[in-house]
């Protein structure tokens, strides 16, 4: 639990006493590899704190498996809006390898907000998720498939082999030949 808390304190600073009360409201929970542990059409019941894995956020769209993002160790996650609404989810999250993973209910999560540190924290990752989607959905309309792979290439090269290539050409919205056509012409380059 000490990388949750290193964590929310590369954020804001972290008096002990609230340390002691955030860390009383997570319990920790191991999600197996490739399990579907948020799903879609239900709601979503936690908060989480990513401490070892990777994940998979994805839909079912007319019968096609379609990924949104993934969620990369530490970092905190949830459905956000079946989470914060108390709604079924419209997405999916799916464990890519075995998963460390601690988390807090709705009713306990509300409990801290009555932290400063805790509201502070959040509205800082909240913030920064926010920004990391309008740099995707940018990316999606300005950038080409090979480049938004390339991308990937650079700034996620410790993850890119554990993500299979059907995953990673849903990710980049294009069709797994055309991601190993990409991926040979890289290769030809280097």
């Avoid at 008096?15 to 879609?40: G, T």
């Avoid at 801290?112 to 540190?117: D, R």
């Avoid at 650079?154 to 990673?168: P, Q, R, V």
Wanted: aromatic share 12%.
């Amino acid at each position: 639990m000490n990388s949750f808390k290193n964590f929310i304190q590369q954020y804001t600073r972290l008096p002990e006493n609230d340390w002691q009360i955030i860390n009383h409201a997570f319990e920790r929970i191991e999600i197996k590899k490739n399990e579907v542990f948020v799903e879609e059409g239900k709601i979503c019941r936690y908060l989480y704190f990513l401490e070892k894995g990777l994940l998979r956020y994805f839909i079912i769209k007319e019968g096609n498996d379609i990924t949104k993002t993934f969620t990369i160790a530490p970092y905190l996650f949830t459905s956000t809006l079946s989470f914060r609404n108390q709604k079924p989810a419209k997405e999916s999250i799916q464990a890519i390898e075995k998963c460390i993973v601690w988390r807090t209910s709705y009713h306990k999560m509300r409990e801290l907000t009555k932290l400063n540190s805790w509201n502070l924290f959040t509205s800082k990752v909240v913030n920064e998720v926010q920004e990391f989607a309008e740099s995707l959905l940018l990316e999606v309309r300005t950038e080409t498939a090979e480049k938004r792979y390339e991308k990937l290439l650079t700034e996620y090269s410790d993850i890119i082999d554990k993500i299979s290539l059907k995953h990673l050409s849903s990710f980049l919205g294009i069709a797994p030949q055309s991601l190993s056509r990409i991926r040979k012409k890289l290769q030809e380059k280097t």
